[in-house]
């Protein structure tokens, strides 16, 4: 077997955390290799001296040299991390060692365990859904999916009209800031900040959820992923921005963007005593009043 660990950086009082299990990963005799740019960091902003097997900067570098990622970072690293395992099928598990982590879900005081975990086939593999970007223009080569959501937002301080269709059939048109497309994953992400509602991995759906619509009827829908979602901008602007969880582009306005649900699905590893509702209840407080 053989782990690959990811890291963008390593805020401090984890640098224990990230040694115990590679001394673990080592004792084990199990394969490791390493981010490099994570690797560097940590050889000049720590004490850690890690050692790898090898090391991976690309998709391709990445892909049929690892049986499991441990993403080590918060929920925007575990993001990333998806760039690079993208359709190889590599499960990922995240310690969390940002702040709220939906994504990244396992504490670093259970490092251990979690690995433990995988050598053992003590867990769950949830498959979650991605959102695929498609317009005229794209940059060739560009990672054109999103496993939070995709979002289209006006750039400048004038608001934006966005036509929406599902299968070619009308739906609305959005006049306001943007309009965030979200898969199921992102719903505890952007769609949740601006009123969308909380959707279980599995759940096969969309939600569409308009940022600071000018008509304060307008809600956030969940539509199901089969749709392809279609959409066009009316706007003063020359270009709209589109993020894809953390990465923004520039589109000319008036080109027609679809969105539609990716043929392959992101692998993330579930250890058994920790659900998708215990996140949830963990990360959102729920039931802290004491009157509870």
């Not at 000049?44 to 049986?67: Q, V, Y």
């Not at 310690?95 to 050598?119: C, K, M, Q, Y």
């Not at 027609?256 to 990360?283: E, G, P, Q, S």
Request: proline share 4%.
């Amino acid at each position: 077997m053989r782990i690959a660990i990811y890291g963008r950086s390593l805020r401090k009082g984890f640098e224990d955390n990230v040694n115990v299990l590679l001394k673990m990963i080592s004792d084990r005799k199990l394969g490791v290799i390493m981010y490099k740019p994570f690797f560097d960091f940590l050889l000049k902003e720590t004490k850690s001296r890690p050692k790898a097997d090898g090391f991976f900067e690309t998709h391709e570098e990445l892909r049929g040299n690892a049986d499991y990622m441990f993403s080590i970072g918060g929920d925007g690293t575990f993001l990333d991390s998806v760039l690079i395992v993208r359709d190889s099928g590599i499960p990922i598990i995240g310690i969390n060692t940002g702040r709220l982590g939906f994504l990244a879900n396992v504490s670093p005081d259970e490092a251990e365990t979690s690995l433990e975990a995988i050598v053992d086939k003590n867990f769950t593999i949830e498959r979650r859904s991605l959102a695929q970007l498609i317009y005229e223009g794209a940059e060739p080569g560009m990672f054109s999916y999103a496993l939070n959501e995709v979002s289209i937002q006006k750039q400048f301080s004038s608001m934006i009209t966005i036509h929406t269709y599902l299968n070619e059939c009308y739906l609305n048109s959005y006049w306001a800031d943007g309009l965030i497309i979200s898969t199921p994953t992102g719903s505890t992400a952007y769609s949740l900040s601006v009123g969308g509602p909380i959707i279980s991995p599995e759940s096969n759906t969309f939600i569409i959820s308009p940022l600071a619509p000018h008509n304060l009827t307008i809600r956030p829908v969940v539509v199901p992923d089969t749709a392809v979602i279609k959409l066009k901008v009316d706007a003063q602007e020359q270009e709209v921005k589109l993020t894809l969880d953390s990465r923004s582009i520039l589109c000319p306005t008036g080109t027609d963007i679809m969105i539609r649900k990716a043929d392959f699905t992101i692998k993330t590893v579930r250890l058994k005593n920790n659900t998708f509702y215990d996140t949830l209840r963990n990360k959102l407080m729920w039931g802290v009043d004491k009157r509870n």
